[in-house]
């Protein structure tokens, strides 16, 4: 996304970095100069080798998700299809958007002419906005999946994926071009900053709206949907797993507790009036054992859907918070920026900037580390790939 609230220096970040370098100009703050002294050396190769590492594991992890599912047949669903498409959205940003965005943060200024300046710009909101809509089609997905399972299964086909995915990608593409129409910038002036030269505040809304808040608020009431409806269904399905645990272990039972009846009948015949005692005996042995035995499964039941519970509320939980935690505080900054003059500071929106590039590194941990099926294939790739001669 773009730093806002500079003129002469600024930095992208997805559609909110756009309207938020509208406020740049009018801002009129001018650019940072490079700290030559030892101790900003130190400093700026410091941030280098974080930044560049940063951009790297994106960039390794997010391949990965790609090869692991061309690879390997058994993931290629069309749930799994939009797991890649929004790991390719992820690993064009870590290519196109985050290299050079390394230079800007640490140089504050831009020394690489307009046309990449407009290409940079528009890459960093169009990618980064693609990979939030992306959530919301994965999202949207899994809830129509639990919700009408059967129905949807027919549905749910390749082409159905590619649909959502490039309705993803017209809805990021119209957020990014508007401020091409409008940039304002003198052919005969050296360009020392890139940012979007504008004080529309409409804009500002319009982008932060449609590539944060309105995509947040479906996610999150897609995911507590998806968690009331799946919770139904573990409830629903439990009882009747554990009447069929019950009934093999009560039937169990029986035939452990029928050999010592049976034994005491035998016994009885020689022991008059002992036959009745060591029947009853039996008898609430018997009783005894079923008992613990309904509770026994009961209690699996009740285990098994409380793991089920919790692991399906921790994998939204981490879904949704790592999301959040990455992009709120810069689209709540941006908007900040845009109303408020004396509110911008570079260095802090350079950290909420990366904080939400640091999503596209996350993507691909969550989605698939969290899937049996993925971590299995991943294995099995690098194993193929550590033993090829």
């Avoid at 050079?100 to 940079?120: A, E, N, P, R």
């Avoid at 982008?207 to 999150?220: D, E, K, M, Q």
């Amino acid at each position: 996304m773009e730093r806002p609230g500079q003129v002469e220096t600024t930095h992208a970040s997805p559609a909110v970095g756009a309207t938020a370098n509208a406020t740049n100009e009018t801002f009129g703050t001018e650019a940072s100069p490079v700290d030559d002294s030892p101790n900003g050396l130190v400093y700026q190769i410091s941030l280098v080798v974080i930044l560049s590492a940063i951009t790297l594991v994106t960039t390794l992890s997010n391949s990965f998700v790609v090869t692991v599912i061309s690879q390997s047949r058994k993931l290629q669903t069309p749930a799994n299809f939009l797991i890649a498409s929004l790991a390719i959205t992820d690993l064009l940003v870590s290519i196109l958007v985050m290299p050079i965005c390394v230079l800007y943060t640490v140089t504050h200024t831009w020394s690489l002419g307009q046309v990449v300046c407009d290409f940079w710009l528009s890459s960093d909101i169009t990618c980064c906005t693609a990979s939030i809509l992306h959530l919301c089609v994965i999202a949207l997905d899994r809830y129509w999946a639990i919700t009408d399972a059967v129905e949807y299964s027919k549905k749910r086909t390749p082409a159905r994926a590619a649909g959502m995915v490039a309705t993803a990608w017209v809805i990021a593409i119209s957020i990014s071009l508007p401020p091409l129409f409008w940039r304002q910038v003198k052919a005969e002036e050296e360009l020392t900053s890139c940012n979007v030269n504008t004080d529309h505040i409409f804009y500002t809304i319009y982008s932060t709206f449609g590539a944060f808040y309105i995509p947040t608020l479906l996610l999150v009431a897609l995911y507590g949907r998806i968690y009331v409806e799946a919770r139904k269904v573990i409830l629903k399905q439990s009882p009747k797993k554990a009447a069929g645990a019950a009934g093999k272990r009560l039937t169990s039972a029986h035939l452990v507790t029928n050999s010592p009846g049976s034994v005491g009948s035998t016994s009885s015949s020689q022991c008059g009036r002992n036959d009745t005692h060591s029947s009853d005996t039996a008898s609430l042995a018997s009783e005894n054992v079923v008992k613990v035995t309904v509770s026994d499964a009961l209690l699996e039941k009740k285990r098994i859907s409380a793991a089920r519970e919790r692991k399906a509320t921790r994998t939204l939980g981490i879904i949704l918070g790592a999301y959040i935690v990455c992009w709120l505080p810069f689209f709540i900054y941006t908007l900040i920026v845009a109303t408020c003059e004396t509110c911008f500071y570079p260095e802090l929106f350079d950290f909420f900037n990366w904080l939400g590039y640091l999503n596209s590194l996350i993507n691909p941990v969550i989605y698939t580390m969290s899937n049996e099926d993925f971590k299995k294939a991943f294995h099995k790739l690098v194993r193929f790939r550590c033993c090829r001669p």
